[in-house]
Nanobody
């Protein structure tokens, strides 16, 4: 069982930066791949980024590649999402999730989810 709590969201101007954190409980955090997803009002949830259990490999949606960076600290049981050059279209609720497969891009393979943190980018 893994419990996830996100933090770090807020209001930022276009071009600005935010760093989201996702703190996990449980001793098995390091065995899970972690992902970030987002959902904007009226839109479906979409994949943002994922990282393997050991942090060696990372995966990104094309829309955020080159602007967002996912990382993890298995000692602190925390995964991060550094978001730079933010755009108004990045506005959404961002959720972290944990899974034990290698299908990183699909939400249906994630077993545990946080409640989410709101990110709003003003133009």
């Amino acid at each position: 069982q893994v419990q996830l709590v996100e933090s770090g969201g807020g209001l930022v101007q276009a071009g600005g930066s935010l760093r989201l954190s996702c703190a996990a409980s449980g001793r098995t955090f390091s065995s899970y791949a972690m992902g970030w997803f987002r959902q904007a009002p009226g839109k479906e949830r979409e994949f943002v980024a994922a990282i393997k259990w050991n942090g060696v490999s990372t995966y990104y949606a094309d829309s955020v590649k080159g602007r967002f960076t996912i990382s993890r600290d298995n000692v602190k049981n925390t995964v991060y999402l550094q978001m730079n050059s933010l755009k108004p279209e990045d506005t959404a609720v961002y959720c972290c999730a944990a899974q034990s497969t290698t299908y990183y891009y699909s939400a249906k393979f994630y077993d545990y989810w946080g409640q989410g943190t709101q990110v709003t980018v003003s133009s």
